[in-house]
């Protein structure tokens, strides 16, 4: 028999975070990201080298979104006074990534593949934001974006992010990390 007459009122999909109840447009969440595993990573983030270099921080990421802060300074800045494009590169694409991460199982890594940029407008200084959400996510490639907004929310950059997943080589997680889901 046709699928609808077997399934009259719910069409089911599964993806790896969610279970989507497409008749009446309903998430049911099938994992929780645990909060304590979000915190724990966003601490060894923000405590490493690139981060502490550029002065970006991890602020948050959840499946499907992250936010990633910058304080814009001289150190940023570019020969002709305004903030050079690998730093809005470098925000987002590590945007996109914590978009993504959380669709991985744990003890996986990932890698970015391939990076777009667009930019759209200078900066000389002052905070920015840049907010990632997840395109789509594969076994083994991910998709990510990130947008780059100054302090008035003016959009600087916007970027597309192609991530390879990596197995068996998440470096961040040392066996210390509390589990990445709750069920």
């Known amino acids: 028999p046709p699928r609808s007459?077997?399934?009259?009122?719910?069409?089911l999909f599964r993806s790896r975070s969610c279970l989507l109840q497409y008749s009446r447009k309903k998430v049911i969440p099938m994992s929780t990201l645990n909060k304590e595993f979000v915190a724990a990573v966003r601490e060894k983030v923000n405590a490493?080298?690139?981060?502490?270099?550029?002065?970006?921080?991890?602020?948050?990421?959840?499946?499907?979104?992250?936010?990633?802060?910058?304080?814009?300074?001289?150190?940023?800045?570019?020969?002709?006074?305004?903030?050079?494009?690998?730093v809005l590169a470098s925000i987002i694409d590590?945007?996109?990534?914590?978009?993504?991460f959380p669709e991985v199982d744990q003890g996986?890594?990932?890698t970015t593949v391939d990076l777009k940029i667009n930019y759209l407008a200078p900066l000389r200084e002052g905070?920015?934001?840049?907010?990632?959400?997840?395109?789509?996510?594969?076994?083994?490639?991910?998709?990510?974006?990130?947008?780059?907004y100054?302090?008035?929310?003016?959009?600087?950059?916007?970027?597309?992010?192609?991530?390879?997943?990596l197995p068996n080589q998440n470096q961040l997680d040392d066996g210390q990390l509390p589990e990445k889901f709750i069920d």
């Open 150 to 165: 100054d302090q008035f929310g003016k959009i600087l950059a916007h970027g597309v992010s192609t991530l390879m997943v």
């Open 127 to 148: 905070k920015i934001v840049a907010r990632g959400k997840i395109i789509k996510m594969g076994k083994t490639i991910g998709l990510g974006e990130g947008t780059v």
């Open 108 to 110: 996986k890594g990932m």
């Open 48 to 86: 490493c080298g690139y981060f502490r270099l550029l002065g970006m921080q991890l602020i948050n990421f959840e499946i499907g979104s992250s936010v990633i802060k910058l304080e814009a300074g001289e150190k940023h800045l570019q020969p002709f006074g305004v903030v050079h494009g690998g």
């Open 5 to 11: 007459t077997l399934f009259p009122y719910t069409t």
């Open 94 to 100: 590590a945007a996109a990534f914590w978009a993504v």
